[in-house]
Structure formats: structure tokens, C-alpha cells
């Protein structure tokens, strides 16, 4: 059976080199591939929600996709910075409140 494909793990593979890796496993362009598709289901999901919130149906626009993040998100990943070996595992990290 053939994987329909959102992203082309060519590109996600130059990505990835862009951002520094001399090398990258297929596994890893993979798995990044998956990680991605989770993000932009979960961003698209809740700009559909505040469109329809708006009174929009059938349209959505760049606000409701920035309104996301806006928002508070799901989606928050650690920089690589905050992937040290000396980074606590048992307390999450504090959100800031603006």
C-alpha cells in the first residue's frame, strides 16, 4: 500500500541539513515527517475552531491560524538549548503569563 505523503521527506531531509546535521537517517527524517503532520493537524484544528467561532464557515484566514499561538497553544517544543543533559526531567517547566 502507498503512504500518501503531506510532506516530501526530500525537502524535510534538506531542512534538517540546513539547520546544521551533516548527516540524517532516514528513520529520523521520518519521524520529524510524523511530528510535523502532528503540528499542522493540531494548529489547522484550532484555526477551523476560531474561524467558525468568527461566524466563517468555509474560510480561513491567516488570523485564525496566528490566533493559535496567540492563544496558548499545544504545541510548544523545547529548543535545542533546553535539551541539555542538565535539564530537570521531573519539573516541567514554568509557563510565563503575559
Known amino acids: 500500500m502507498v503512504e500518501k505523503r503531506v510532506f516530501s521527506l526530500y525537502e524535510i531531509e ?3 541539513k540546513e539547520a546544521g546535521a551533516e548527516k540524517v537517517t532516514e528513520d529520523a527524517v521520518r519521524d520529524l515527517e510524523r511530528e510535523i503532520e502532528k503540528l ?3 494548529i489547522t484544528k ?3 475552531r476560531y474561524a467558525e ?3 466563517r464557515t468555509k474560510l480561513i484566514r491567516t488570523s485564525d491560524v496566528l490566533l ?3 492563544m496558548g497553544s499545544d ?3 523545547k529548543t535545542p538549548e533546553s ?3 542538565s535539564a530537570s526531567t521531573t519539573n516541567p517547566p514554568s509557563r510565563s503569563v503575559r
Open 53 to 55: 467561532h468568527a461566524g
Open 46 to 48: 484550532k484555526a477551523i
Open 75 to 77: 504545541y510548544h517544543y
Open 83 to 85: 535539551l541539555s543533559s
Open 68 to 70: 493559535t499561538k496567540e
Open 14 to 16: 534538506q531542512f534538517i
Open 40 to 42: 499542522a493537524n493540531t
